[in-house]
């Protein structure tokens, strides 16, 4: 009937400005219609006629498996939900999941993997990280569902820039990109993101996975040899700092590096892959290592073979296709960076690295 | 055999003594006959007959629970905080109405409007289901199934535990067994007299509908490629028995059943759009809707087994004579 109905997840703990961003969302001018699913029911200040409230009960599967862990709140949510849709006369447009600080974003990313039913009528499209960038330094040092939001995400919101120095903004940035080196950080006041940076970003999409720049891995704002892109989210002269000046932030951030217990490994090879041995390569390692890799994304370049294979993993479930065929004058080259907890990193990139033709 | 199109889904249809009666996502409810109600402001998520055998009690994404007759429509009670309704059931026999909200189950007498009975789960509650004599009542949650007495209001439940999240429940017509649908495509079961475990799996597909037929000593379910039928014969219900399966196709699955459990006779609507009825014990399928299209997601039949209705996915309807 209809097309699948994208999701998006918003995670963030308390104060870091979730309910700002969201009402922005619902009352920007898009002609959109949005359900919201709050994590509490009848929660005050937002500003939709489609909220509805879900427990954050998370179920785990009767085979024992984590990984299969869901959120049985969202199943039943999303199946009322998809009861108002109707053919050519949608109910609404898309579903804004919010959770609390304490949720687990890995089984409300796996509940739209492993249930059927909500798989065959919704598609994840992405996982916003909000952190406040006054109190997020705390919080990641505190809190491992803090760590673990931001490492899931496919973008991250540093909101409440206004709050603090460009000095520490430039530490809690290269903190951010060290847990999650995929996702774009955009840099907000009062939660003012444009909404095409929260919105159908595609971050499970494998025909979106078009780039993914592990050596690139553009340092934080501020920090030395950031270049700005597209994702900076932010006019360029609004900060107009001095690069010496954070030059020395540089050293002084990773003087004071906080080894967090996630981080993200970036992988990258020149020669082409033997595919076979790569595909057993990433099964084995999301077999045995699935628990502790939070998300995973890469391009490789298969030896014989003119299109890019595309893979995407969250914990155990595993995406991958080919896509698009190489440009004939595009760089061949494999890629793929994987965020975990306890990864061996030396032990990843040999293995990568075995996998060449 | 008759038929209509709604621009809403239909999200659930019931037979109440006088015919079909189709419940819709735009929080409507239509007759047979024509007669129209448009008392939810939402979508109705379940619906079961009264138990006057007068219309139908719908449960709505606006927290109320609403009687639905020809002629008028009025709320019988509503969630706290406006909660879903997400489950009902009722009891001609006791003359009781259930439902759920949230991790709360109410009840309701259908003849005093000051009664009201209201039991707290620890978690969500998915499924509502009377036994047959309507003094108890068995809800699906996370974790198992909880027995409560109907009327009494404290009380603590008999919890019948088994790991996994449940979301589904009947009972069986001599009261005997509760079975659950689960999660992880597969239904569990427990002899009630020693809370025995029945564990019956084997399902390509989450199972939608159970339904009881051939005086209780079959259960019909969906979620294979064709209708599976338990045998609940003796003391030791489908313990140690193969299941059978009717109207194997390869290339749909079953995406309901309905049956009577009086009556020999088993409805079935396809992931594919049919619809087919069938005699157990019998040979064949008697297609009712041999047209493929939009997946089946309503099934109802009368009380008598006479009549079958069903709904697909694109809001067409249908009723005919089994």
Avoid at chain 1, 12 to 23: E, I, S
Avoid at chain 1, 112 to 134: G, H, I
Avoid at chain 2, 33 to 54: K, M, R, Y
């Amino acid at each position: 009937m209809t097309d699948k109905i994208p999701v998006t997840v918003l995670t963030g703990y308390l104060g870091a400005g979730k309910t700002t961003l969201l009402n922005r969302i619902l009352t920007e001018d898009h002609g959109k219609r949005y359900a919201v699913i709050v994590n509490e029911f009848g929660e005050i200040g937002i500003d939709n006629d489609l909220v509805v409230g879900a427990d954050e009960d998370v179920f785990e599967m009767n085979n024992g498996c984590v990984c299969c862990t869901v959120r049985g709140d969202l199943i039943r949510v999303v199946a009322g939900l998809m009861k108002r849709q109707r053919p050519g006369k949608p109910a609404f447009d898309a579903i804004i999941v919010e959770t609390t600080g304490l949720a687990d974003p890995g089984p409300v990313a796996q509940t739209f993997f492993v249930d059927e039913d909500v798989k065959a009528k919704t598609q994840l499209d992405s996982v916003t990280a909000l952190v406040d960038a006054k109190h997020v330094m705390a919080r990641l040092d505190d809190s491992k569902e803090a760590r673990e939001q931001v490492a899931f995400a496919d973008r991250i919101i540093l909101n409440k820039v206004d709050l603090v120095d460009e000095a520490e903004l430039v530490a809690v940035e290269a903190r951010l990109r060290r847990l999650n080196p995929l996702a774009p950080i955009t840099r907000a006041e009062r939660a003012n993101v444009p909404l095409d940076q929260v919105l159908g970003l595609g971050g499970f999409d494998l025909g979106r996975i078009l780039d993914i720049n592990p050596e690139f891995a553009n340092p934080a704002h501020g920090e030395h040899g950031h270049v700005h892109d597209e994702h900076c989210g932010h006019d360029h002269h609004d900060h107009d700092h001095d690069h010496d000046h954070a030059h020395d932030h540089h050293h002084g951030a990773r003087g004071h590096a906080h080894e967090d217990d996630i981080k993200g490994i970036s992988l990258s090879l020149d020669r082409p892959m033997d595919g076979t041995r790569f595909t057993a390569w990433l099964d084995r390692l999301l077999g045995e290592q699935g628990q502790n890799i939070l998300r995973a994304k890469g391009i490789i370049d298969v030896n014989g073979e003119d299109r890019r294979l595309v893979f995407q993993a969250v914990h155990m479930i595993l995406e991958g296709d080919l896509q698009k065929p190489w440009g004939a004058n595009e760089r061949r080259w494999s890629r793929a960076v994987f965020i975990g907890r306890e990864l061996d990193e030396a032990a990843l990139r040999a293995g990568f690295e075995a996998c060449a033709a | 055999m008759r038929t209509s199109n709604f621009d809403a889904q239909i999200t659930a249809i019931v037979f109440d003594a006088e015919g079909a009666i189709f419940a819709l996502g735009d929080g409507s409810v239509r007759f047979e006959g024509g007669e129209f109600s448009a008392a939810h402001d939402g979508a109705i998520l379940c619906a079961v007959a009264h138990p006057s055998g007068d219309g139908v009690i719908t449960g709505g994404d606006d927290g109320r629970l609403i009687w639905h007759r020809r002629t008028d429509a009025g709320v019988l009670a509503t969630s706290a905080r406006g909660q879903w309704i997400d489950a009902v059931d009722a009891s001609a026999e006791s003359g009781l109405i259930a439902f759920s909200a949230g991790k709360i189950l109410t009840v309701l007498d259908a003849k005093d409007a000051g009664f009201r009975r209201d039991f707290q789960h620890e978690h969500t509650v998915s499924g509502v289901a009377f036994e047959p004599k309507g003094r108890r009542i068995a809800t699906s949650t996370y974790g198992g199934a909880a027995l409560w007495f109907a009327r009494i209001a404290e009380q603590r439940p008999t919890f019948l535990k088994w790991a996994g999240s449940h979301t589904a429940v009947t009972f069986s017509p001599d009261g005997t067994f509760v079975v659950t649908a689960m999660q992880d495509s597969q239904l569990h079961g427990w002899r009630l007299k020693d809370q025995k475990n029945l564990r019956m799996g084997g399902y390509p597909s989450k199972v939608r509908a159970m339904s009881f037929l051939s005086n209780g000593q079959l259960l019909a379910t969906s979620g294979a490629q064709g209708a599976v039928l338990w045998p609940f014969v003796g003391a030791n219900g489908p313990m140690g028995r193969e299941a059978t399966e009717i109207g194997f196709d390869e290339g749909s699955l079953v995406a309901l059943v309905a049956s009577q459990p009086k009556h020999g006779v088993l409805a079935a609507g396809l992931s594919d759009g049919r619809v087919w009825l069938a005699d157990p014990a019998g040979q064949g399928l008697n297609f009712l809707k041999a047209d493929r299209g939009a997946p089946i997601t309503a099934l109802a039949m009368s009380a008598d087994a006479t009549r079958v209705a069903w709904a697909d996915e694109d809001g067409n309807a249908g009723v005919a004579e089994a």
